[in-house]
């Protein structure tokens, strides 16, 4: 049987979510977070020495649902993959945007 990462308990009104720390940092998190806290109230903290548990409820008391559980799951996993991205390729980046912009710098001098 599949282990879900997320389970919804309090009679619908609380959202838990386990990650594995070896996936998802501590900015990661926030970053996702940041981004529900107009309609949520959520908290994080260590599991364990491999998990991070995330709880979610609705400022509403509204009902929590599988849907919303697996969008930001997948959220999380997104921001990371930015995050793994810019540190392998941020240096890149930066050096094509100057690049692509050396001319415009040139005419203004």
């Given at each position: ?45 260590p599991n364990s020495e491999y998990l ?57 001098v």
């Amino acid at each position: 049987m599949e282990v879900l990462p997320f389970r919804i308990t309090d009679g619908g009104k609380r959202g838990i979510i386990i990650a594995k720390k070896e996936y998802f940092e501590r900015d990661c998190i926030l970053r996702v977070v940041s981004e529900y806290t107009h309609e949520y109230f959520i908290s994080f903290y260590p599991n364990s020495e491999y998990l991070i548990e995330i709880s979610i409820t609705a400022k509403d008391n509204g009902d929590i649902d599988e849907v919303l559980l697996k969008e930001f799951f997948n959220n999380c996993i997104d921001m990371q993959i930015r995050i793994d991205l810019e540190k392998e390729f941020g240096k890149l980046r930066q050096r094509i945007v100057d690049y692509a912009f050396l001319s415009v710098e040139k005419t203004r001098v």
